[in-house]
């Protein structure tokens, strides 16, 4: 911690510039206030290597630890010769007066046009960024060095380099601890370039820089002629433009506060002659506008350098001179509460500075946990005040205060935190508010590991499951509908708020729903209950039957009973004509169902005919007829005197006789038909048969000649065949008798067919 006397040492500020030599007025003033702390030990540059101490200063217009003045010392520091266009390395040794090391920057300016300031482009050599001066000193080089420019006009003219604790000098003016040391440095010309300058391209930062902000540019090669003059240009739409002129004339420039991409270029000229070459252009990219959602924590681990902050999109109201970040610990109770990196506000001037989060979207109805981690010093000064706020912008503007500490005061990390909620769904932004009465002496406060979450015990989601049915049958489906969240997760994998289940046994069924504004969590449950279903089967008798036959189905495992034919008994007796399906459905105690299904087949009865030897049915006593049966593949003959098997057969009934065929499929299915054979003694027949259309055949029985009489005047077919078919005499003729002889054949029955009409013939 500082000694008290450093708020005393203020007093004398006013002083510090009014006693700078002539010489020096011919500059603006710049130097320290007090004399505590901070001192310059060392500036190396080219032949330049001054060293000092806290006991010793330059010439006349010095001031003791505060403003040393080198232009005019004795012994005289003789001025480095810095030569246009060439690179030196340089560095400066910033130490301490007291017992401590603390922090600050440092800075070099050389006035180039020798118009005695400093504040003209491109004078302005380096600024330094946050560095903890060790008591002994620390040596911080620059790096690259320092480029003399081309158009820097030769001869002797001021070098300035200031240190200052916390803060970064300016080239006029006070600042509370530091030094300022002045030196004289030679510009050496260099030779007049001639024809065209040597080809170049554009060097620019290769990380993306904030919205609103300028960046270096430089060119990758220094010339080490005179006489080049340099154009610098831009262009927002490619590496080959076209072209904006910017301002800048030397080797290096700032470019403009930038808001998008951009390509820079410069254009070259060697004035001797005018010929010019365009430099390779480089690109400058522009970071996009950062926003978070929740959780979101902040330990400032990414800003990669001190006083830096976490994105573009994080604003500080006076970085880095009250608002700094740090990547390590530092003196005076500063130092992270997690990892390296952290936040601190300075006490100095009295002030009440902010930094503000980038964007963060936080949801309506959701309660938000904000809380970040702050230390001040050891000896409990309450000259701090700490709020943390959330609103709309990165601004007190209605927003509202989550937590506040009135004083904040604490020798170790203390937590700040409170809940809040938002109105509105939205970006919001979290302000972290140091207010210091910029009184000793609690000079910093420091604070990390900024926190915006969900505590979900806060934010729970009313998660409920219901279902159409919480008593189901084995084999039944039930549907669960899940609410109260936005997402869900079941635990059969299911996604959907709505699912349709089918369980075999009683169980419990989970879903866990998710908020999507809160991202919290619930479970909800839902138990049912499985009765078992019956096993129901069903068999038939015979599964296949034949037309007009029967068959009983009987029906198993159940309690009661019902089929697709309306019958409600166990076993029922069915007699389809067709195949049919027969369904069953059986109900146990539980109400439970369960079905069969039984098919009966049905094959038809096979058609089966007779075909007789005797073509009129009309046999003789003796006589042997042949049937036939057709339709079937077996056949069975029935009649009141006699069984016969197969096909054909031949009977010889002494009187007329009804046969029954029976016939057998594959199946093994029956069908039958009847055949009446009719028997005569064949005694007494007429000499002369007749048949219905007058065709008269005689005598009748004969000996084997008989005489066929036909009276139509026409063509007459005459076709005699024995009892077994065969045919014997096959005569037309127009005649009106027709004669035929039989005698060569034996005794027996013959048929005479008369074109259509059948003559059965007895020859004795």
Do not use: H
């Amino acid at each position: 911690m500082k000694n008290k006397y450093k708020l005393t040492s203020l007093l004398f500020g006013a002083m510090t510039l009014m006693s700078l030599n002539s010489k020096a007025q011919a500059y603006c003033s710049s130097g320290a206030s007090s004399t505590a702390d901070d001192e310059i030990f060392n500036v190396t540059v080219g032949t330049l290597n001054n060293t000092s101490s806290c006991a010793t200063t330059g010439g006349p217009g010095s001031i003791l630890n505060r403003y040393s003045d080198y232009t005019n010392a004795t012994p005289a520091v003789a001025a480095p010769v810095l030569v246009v266009g060439q690179n030196y390395p340089m560095s400066v040794t910033v130490g301490q007066c007291s017992g401590f090391a603390y922090s600050g920057y440092f800075r070099v300016w050389i006035d180039f046009n020798q118009n005695f300031s400093f504040a003209d482009p491109g004078e302005l050599l380096y600024t330094s960024g946050l560095n903890t001066f060790a008591v002994a000193g620390s040596i911080l080089a620059i790096p690259g060095g320092i480029t003399i420019p081309l158009t820097a006009t030769p001869g002797q003219t001021r070098m300035r380099v200031a240190a200052a604790e916390s803060t970064i000098p300016s080239d006029c003016g006070s600042y509370t601890w530091g030094e300022t040391e002045d030196y004289n440095v030679f510009i050496g010309a260099g030779t007049p370039c001639s024809g065209l300058p040597a080809a170049n391209a554009v060097v620019a930062t290769t990380a993306a820089i904030c919205p609103n902000s300028a960046t270096p540019l430089s060119l990758a090669n220094s010339y080490t002629v005179g006489g080049i003059t340099y154009q610098w240009q831009s262009s927002t739409v490619s590496a080959v433009g076209p072209w904006t002129p910017i301002a800048g004339t030397l080797a290096t420039v700032t470019s403009p506060s930038l808001t998008t991409p951009t390509f820079f270029s410069a254009i070259i000229t060697c004035t001797n002659g005018n010929g010019s070459i365009t430099a390779t252009s480089a690109s400058v990219q522009v970071q996009p506008t950062t926003t978070n959602s929740v959780p979101y924590f902040e330990g400032f681990e990414g800003i990669g350098q001190p006083n830096k902050l976490p994105n573009c999109s994080w604003q500080a109201s006076n970085l880095p001179q009250t608002c700094q970040t740090y990547t390590s610990a530092q003196n005076q109770t500063r130092f992270p509460r997690t990892g390296t990196s952290f936040a601190s506000f300075y006490y100095t001037p009295a002030a009440n500075n902010f930094m503000y989060s980038n964007g963060i979207q936080l949801e309506a109805g959701v309660t938000y946990s904000a809380s970040l981690w702050y230390v001040t010093e050891y000896y409990g000064y309450t000259n701090w005040n700490l709020r943390m706020y959330v609103g709309p912008n990165q601004s007190t503007v209605n927003a509202n205060i989550i937590a506040q500490n009135l004083p904040a005061a604490s020798p170790a990390y203390k937590s700040l935190s409170n809940t809040f909620t938002v109105a509105t769904s939205g970006l919001y932004y979290i302000g972290i508010n140091a207010q210091s009465n910029g009184a000793c002496c609690g000079y910093y406060l420091s604070f990390d590991d900024l926190a915006i979450t969900v505590p979900c015990q806060l934010n729970t989601p009313q998660v409920a499951v219901t279902a159409n049915s919480q008593t189901i049958c084995a084999g039944q489906s039930v549907n669960l509908t899940a609410t109260g969240a936005d997402t869900y997760v079941w635990n059969n994998g299911a996604t959907s708020n709505a699912i349709s289940v089918n369980p075999q046994v009683s169980g419990t069924y989970y879903v866990t729903g998710t908020s999507a504004a809160s991202g919290c969590t619930a479970t909800a449950s839902q138990a049912i209950q499985v009765n078992p279903s019956p096993i129901v089967s069903a068999v038939a008798s015979k599964p296949t039957i034949c037309a007009g036959e029967s068959t009983n189905i009987t029906a198993f495992s159940a309690d009661t009973y019902i089929w697709s034919n309306n019958a409600n008994t166990p076993v029922i007796t069915v007699s389809p004509s067709s195949s049919t399906s027969y369904t069953v459905i059986g109900a146990n105690s539980f109400g439970c169902t369960g079905n069969a299904v039984v098919s009966i087949v049905v094959n038809p009865l096979p058609v089966v005919n007779v075909n007789s030897s005797n073509l009129n049915n009309l046999a003789c006593m003796e006589d042997v007829t042949e049937l036939t049966g057709t339709g079937a593949i077996s056949y069975q003959w029935n009649s009141p005197s006699a069984l016969l098997i197969g096909s054909p057969v031949n009977v010889s009934p002494n009187s007329s006789t009804t046969y029954t065929l029976i016939g057998t499929d594959a199946n093994g299915c029956k069908g039958s038909t009847t055949y009446q054979l009719n028997v005569t003694e064949c005694v007494g027949l007429k000499d002369v048969s007749t048949t219905a259309s007058g065709i008269k055949l005689y005598p009748n029985p004969n000996k084997g000649e008989f005489v066929i009489e036909i009276n139509n005047k026409a063509e007459n077919t005459v076709i005699v065949t024995d009892l077994t078919g065969r045919v014997l005499v096959n005569t037309s003729s127009r005649n009106e008798k027709i004669s035929i002889d039989l005698s060569n054949y034996s005794n027996g029955v013959y048929y005479v067919k008369i074109n259509t009409e059948v003559i059965k013939v007895v020859k004795q």
